[in-house]
Structure formats: C-alpha cells, structure tokens
C-alpha cells in the first residue's frame, strides 16, 4: 500500500520486504488485488493484512499475503465499514482496526486470524471519534494514539483496549504534544510514535515511547529521526523499529531505523 496523496493520484498494490539482518534496500515481491492507501497494516506469525484505505473512495477489504511465498495476496474478509485513515493493533490471535474516516469513526473492528472471515465491531468503542491514529499493541492490550477530529483536532489520548475480552478503549496517557499520522512500532516493553503532524500542520521527526507495564502513563521523548515526516508506517523487530515512507512536501521512499535498548 501506500500515503494518500492530495489530491487523491492513486494507491500501491504492491508488498515489499527487507531483511533485519542487514540494511538493504527493500524489493517489490508480489501485489494485494487492490490498491489501497492509508490502511492499517497487521501480521500474524504466518500473514499479513491490509485492511480497509482508500483507492478513490473508501474500502472495506481485508486484504492478505503469506509470509512463506511471495505470491499475490486475496481478500479474505470485509471490515464493518468502509473506511480510511484507520489505525490498527494486534493480538497473537487476530487484528484490530480502531478510528477512520467518512465521517470520523471510534469503531473497533476485530477480525480472527487462524479463519478467513469478515471483522466484527466490537460493543465497546474508542473515547472519541477520529481518524489518523497511532497503533501498538503489547500482548495484552491494543492503544490509538493521537490522530485527528473533525474538525481537524490534533488530540493527544493514548487510549487502550483489551485483547482479553471484547470490550471498549480507555484514555491511560498522553502525547507530549498533539499530533496525528505518526508512525507506530513496538518493542517488548514500550510502544513507539514517530514522525507525525503538530499543530499548525507542522511536521516532526520526534520518537517517543510509552510503557506497556504502566495502566496509565504518559509518552517521552527519546531521539529523533533524520527526516521530518508524517503518515508512512511502522514495522518491528526484536531490537529495532523502522519508519518507512511517509510524506513532507512529497512522497518519502526512505526507510529508517532506530534501536530500542
């Protein structure tokens, strides 16, 4: 997938990968069936997931591709609306898509990963509704962080929901500043914004963190990346995140890399 440029020029069908273990650029291996930008990414241990963007209007697919062989990915359920600028979580056992937009939502849709099969909305929801949000995910809990009101808010909440039972986000913290379209990465023990818009539309290349042990905390600062930048998204390893793409006057190929000890 791809950023959602202004105005709307198009979306990416392609998927592609880079290895941890060295720093190499990355190679186009296969393609989703339909182009789609700003979703929310998920993975389970075997696949990942492309769910809901916009491709020209909204989309409520969720697309999906194997990590095993590079073959072109299938929709293998819808979500329970079509929507864009969506966050997104996820458990060992399914995924979570949080916020969106046409109109500005606090939907929370799950869907399982051991079966193909349409997201169901949660009963609970988040405490607002909006769109552009953050997603980490520790082993216990989904977070939206920040995002966007309507009309156009840069809010601050770090809100949580449950993995353990079907049920509603709440506000355990706060950004350092208000922003949206940041980049989210996870480590073991904390959960990482980077990048993003501020108020005023200003663009940054803050990394903060939060911890997952805490039930009520707020983020810190802790470096910044070489670029400024928002929307792009984030990936994980054990050690490291990235920030890849984005935009700031232009559409990013980059793909940056910090560490978290």
Known sequence: ????????????????????ASDSNATDVADVPTGTADGAGHSSYVAGYAA?????????AIQKFTFASNSNGAI????????RSVGGSHSREAGYTHGGYNPARDTIDKFNFASDGDANALPGTLT??????????????GYAVGGLTVPG????IIERYPFSADAGAGDVGD????????SSQDSLTHGYSTGGQCAGGSTTHTISKFPFASGSTNDSDVGELSQIGATGFGVSSFTHGYKVGG??????GDIEKFAFA
């Open 247 to 252: 935009y700031n006057g232009g559409v990013k």
């Open 76 to 83: 293998s359920g819808q979500l329970s609306q079509a929507r």
């Open 128 to 141: 607002q509704a909006r769109l552009t949000s953050g997603g980490n995910g520790s082993g216990d809990f």
């Open 153 to 156: 808010v840069r809010v601050d």
């Open 175 to 182: 950004l350092a500043q208000g922003r949206h379209s940041v």
């Open 1 to 20: 997938g791809g950023f959602r440029p202004f105005p709307f020029t198009g979306a990416s069908s392609n998927f592609e990968k880079w290895p941890f």
């Open 52 to 60: 809901g963007g916009d491709n020209g209007g909204n989309l409520q």
